[in-house]
């Protein structure tokens, strides 16, 4: 029952100290099934609590916790669209991790100055098969992510110089000239 608990407190540290501070990174994201080279992106973002700005690609996305914002710079198109929790959580990893908490087994693993925290869904049909997440232990600082969907096929999130920061940045865009698209 204690590794239990001690799981549930640095995930939970990590999601209260999300609520409280911005979290601005660099990342890669990494989509690789057994026997294919691997899909590689890169982008920027920043998240605090359910907001969030993400760029990537000629796209930029923001949630303010209302609406959804989709810049699409090569259409010059700005979506605005209310999102449901589903959404949300697919598009935010940390809130994904916290809706799997009462649906999986537990399991943490100390390694050098990392945290490894593993979600394994009780029930296989849950969509995936394995969530990882490592955290730096004494900063609480998310460093990456596995999002095991099949045998095969696996997400990787890596954050590239994470941080903290007490500033919050605006999670609206506004791109003056574009064609909005308000679909709320």
Do not use: W
């Not at 605090?48 to 930029?60: A, D, I, P, V």
């Not at 259409?75 to 449901?84: I, K, R, V």
């Amino acid at each position: 029952m204690k590794l239990l608990f001690i799981t549930l407190t640095v995930l939970q540290s990590l999601l209260a100290t999300l609520e409280q501070k911005t979290l601005v990174s660099d990342f890669t994201i990494s989509i690789a099934e057994q026997q294919a080279q691997p899909i590689t992106y890169t982008g920027s973002l920043a998240m605090h609590g359910k907001q969030f700005t993400l760029s990537m690609f000629n796209m930029e996305a923001a949630y303010d916790g209302n609406t959804l914002y989709m810049y699409s710079e090569e259409l010059e198109e700005l979506t605005l669209s209310t999102p449901t929790e589903e959404e949300l959580t697919q598009t935010n990893p940390f809130l994904y991790a916290q809706a799997l908490l009462p649906i999986c087994q537990y399991a943490e693993k100390v390694v050098g100055d990392k945290t490894q925290i593993t979600l394994t869904p009780n029930d296989q049909s849950a969509g995936i098969k394995k969530f990882v997440l490592r955290v730096t232990t004494a900063t609480l600082l998310p460093t990456n992510i596995e999002i095991h969907e099949t045998e095969v096929q696996t997400t990787t999130l890596r954050l590239n110089n994470a941080r903290y920061t007490d500033e919050t940045p605006s999670f609206v865009i506004e791109k003056e000239g574009a064609f909005v698209n308000d679909l709320r």
